[in-house]
Structures are given as C-alpha cells and as structure tokens.
C-alpha cells in the first residue's frame, strides 16, 4: 500500500497477524512497517547490485517513537544517495556496529554483564567496574582494538597512588583477555608486560603493621562512646573485619543468641558467606549501639539526602580518632593486621588464623576441605576478645 506519510496516518495504523507496510509517495523506497505487537518503525528498502544479480534489501531507520519522520525521510534519502553511487548501507552499518561493540565503554559493559552471569561477587563486580571506568576515562569512545600498548601503559602511569594503580593493572589484564576472548580484539596488547622491577630494599619494605599493645589501649579507651565510627573500630579490633564489611553490618546478619554474624556473599571480598564468632567483649559492643529506627544498618550515617546510609569517607574520622587517643601512622586496615597477628601470637594455627579472616585457602583446598572449624573458631575469638580486655583493664 502506498501513501503520502504523515504523522496523524501512521498513528491511525492498526497492527494485523502479519507485518504491514505502508509506503510512502514522496520519497522511493522508505515506508513504515508495523509489527502485530504494534511497534511501529521507518525503513528504507532499495535493490542492492544489477541485473539478475541486484536483491532487495531492507533496512530499518529506527523507530517511529524514536525519530521524527522528516528526519526518517532524509534518512532514507542518504541511503537512497549512497546505494545509487555504488555504496553498500547494510554493510557499512555493520562496520559501524561492530565498532560501537568494540568501544571501550561498551565492552566494560559487556564484561560487567559477564561478571554477573557468572555471579561474581556484586562488590568485587561494582569496585572492579568503577576502576576500570575511571583508569580508562580518556579512552571510553575508542575502538579497543586500536589502542596500542603504549596507550595502555601510559594509562597505567598516570595513576600516581601505588595501591590505586596497582588496582587498575590487576583489573586491566582480565578485561582486555575478555576483549579478545569475545572477538573484540585480535590479541591483549599487554601481554608479556611487567611493571618496572622493585629495589631489594623497596621490595623488602612491608606496608602496614599491627598495632603496639599500648596503641590497642589508647584507641580502646577513646573509642569508648558508642559512636557509629567508634564501633565500627572497636568490631574491626574485635573481629578482623574490612571497613567495607564492617559499615554494612546488618542487625539482620547478627544473632546473638546463636553466638555469630553471618555476613552474605555479595558483601565479601572472597564472594562466600563468612561467619563470624560473637565473643563476650564483642557482644558487650553490640549491645552498646543504639538501634536506629528506619535503618537495619548496626553503624548508620545520615546522607545528605538526610537517609540512613552506609558509613564512607573514614580519613577525616581517622585523624580524628588518632589524635584523641595520641597514636599515628596507623590505618583501618592495620587493625586487621593485629587481629590476624595477634591470633598468630596467641599460638593457633595458620588455617585456622586464614579461616578467621576469610581468606582464601586455595582451589583444592576449598574443593575437598568442607569442614568449618566453628568451634575452634569460637575458642579463638574469646581467647582474643579476653586479652583486649584485660590489656584495656590494665592500670595505666
């Protein structure tokens, strides 16, 4: 059927059992198609080749709720233009397309599609993502395929924190293998690349530490009202949590009847539930913080949005706390560091000291050692939280 195309005809088109073409008079070849669900779309159709050779093809423009059809019927002239002058438009839309596949940004969606597909941890999934999209900002409109190495390295340099750069080449390797696992590039064009070879002593030199015993006392002592980041530090100390996990602790993961926190895995770093013990010192904290209404969260902060949210941005709160209790140089993270040195020192073994803080005990290891430990895991966590406390009794 063929008609002078307006706005008001194409919205009186009804959809029938099949799909129905209406085709315009001013312009040869471009029309609108509508689909027996209803969606309605401009196409252009033309013959491609000469003679007994030439086939009919057609394309779609885009939808008729997407693009206005003055603009459709240029469309369509272009298309009309380039067939007559020996092009090929099918052809070069999909060159375009697969260049819009290839595009850095497209192919780090891709990839965080494929992260949730194989149900990767939603926090590793969401930090990994972030980095990436910040390392590659520069990048995000090109053709991954046509970056060199040197771009890639350049990239990697410019990120002057060592831990932040550390974190971006961990996290650029596996992206570009997906690249190429994905026919998005021919070969990881980082292949076989090292970072610059450490001295002995820098390599020698290890960062963080565990806190000293009278640095366990002074922090105890100044963390002593039940703020949210002073309890945050104080189950840090207590249980050898992240910061991360410990701000999202949940009032729903804790049982204090049963004795334990159960955190879930898209909360840890491994991916896999970890249980924590609840030691007497450690069920005195939790039933010091104050339960706040309209928010599960053991640690809540008001947002600027004025909601309950999860605790960030521990740097100023940090000094803070340093200088009260008259400590420094020491991070959060050290505070990990202590509980797992101190587990070390209290005389338990190491799988039990790795369990405790939920590494990871390697594939076979995890594959065929089902057992949990739990109650020396329990007997660990008291005789801990006891020499916390009798250090903090202690006179000064």
């Known amino acids: 059927m063929r008609t002078k195309l307006t706005r008001e005809v194409i919205e009186k088109l009804r959809p029938t059992k099949g799909d129905l073409f209406i085709w315009d008079t001013m312009v040869m070849g471009f029309g609108v198609r509508i689909k027996p669900t209803g969606a309605k779309a401009y196409v252009v159709q033309y013959r491609q080749g000469s003679g007994r050779h030439s086939k009919s093809v057609r394309l779609t423009i885009d939808s008729v709720a997407s693009i206005?059809?003055?603009?459709?019927?240029?469309a369509a002239r272009t298309t009309m233009g380039d067939?007559?002058?020996?092009?090929?438009?099918?052809a070069a839309r999909r060159a375009e397309a697969g260049v819009s596949e290839r595009r850095v940004d497209n192919v780090i969606d891709a990839y965080?599609?494929?992260?949730?597909?194989?149900?990767?941890?939603?926090?590793?999934?969401?930090?990994?993502i972030s980095v990436l999209r910040r390392g590659l900002e520069k990048c995000l409109r090109r053709d991954i395929s046509k970056i060199?190495?040197?771009?890639?390295?350049?990239?990697?340099?410019a990120i002057k924190t060592a831990g932040a750069q550390q974190s971006f080449r961990q996290r650029l390797t596996p992206l570009l293998n997906f690249a190429v696992n994905q026919g998005l590039a021919q070969h990881n064009v980082l292949a076989g690349w090292k970072k610059p070879r450490r001295s002995k002593s820098v390599a020698l030199t290890r960062s963080g530490r565990s806190l000293k015993m009278e640095e366990i006392k002074a922090i105890w002592i100044a963390t002593a009202?039940?703020?949210?980041f002073n309890g945050l530090v104080r189950v840090m100390l207590l249980t050898g949590l992240r910061n991360a996990e410990t701000a999202a602790l949940d009032w729903r993961w804790v049982d204090l009847c049963k004795g334990a926190i159960t955190l879930p895995p898209e909360r840890m770093k491994s991916g896999r539930a970890h249980?924590?013990?609840?030691p007497t010192l450690l069920m005195q904290q939790l039933e010091m913080m104050p339960r706040v209404p309209g928010s599960n969260l053991v640690f809540p902060v008001r947002s600027k949005s004025k909601t309950w949210t999860v605790m960030s941005g521990f740097g100023q709160l940090l000094r803070k706390l340093q200088k009260e209790s008259g400590t420094t140089d020491w991070t959060l993270y050290d505070l990990r560091r202590t509980f797992r040195s101190s587990l070390a020192e209290l005389g338990f073994d190491l799988d039990l000291c790795e369990r405790m803080i939920a590494h990871s005990r390697g594939n076979l290891v995890e594959r065929y050692d089902r057992s949990t430990r739990w109650p020396e895991r329990v007997l660990a966590a008291e005789a801990y939280s006891k020499s916390i406390e009798a250090l903090t009794l202690e006179q000064p």
Do not use: C, M, W, Y
């Open 275 to 278: 249980a924590v013990p609840i």
């Open 148 to 157: 060199t190495r040197q771009e890639f390295v350049a990239a990697i340099d």
């Open 225 to 228: 009202t039940p703020t949210p």
């Open 112 to 128: 965080d599609r494929d992260f949730q597909n194989r149900r990767v941890s939603p926090r590793h999934r969401t930090n990994s």
């Open 68 to 74: 206005s059809l003055d603009d459709a019927r240029r």
């Open 83 to 90: 067939v007559a002058k020996g092009g090929d438009p099918r």
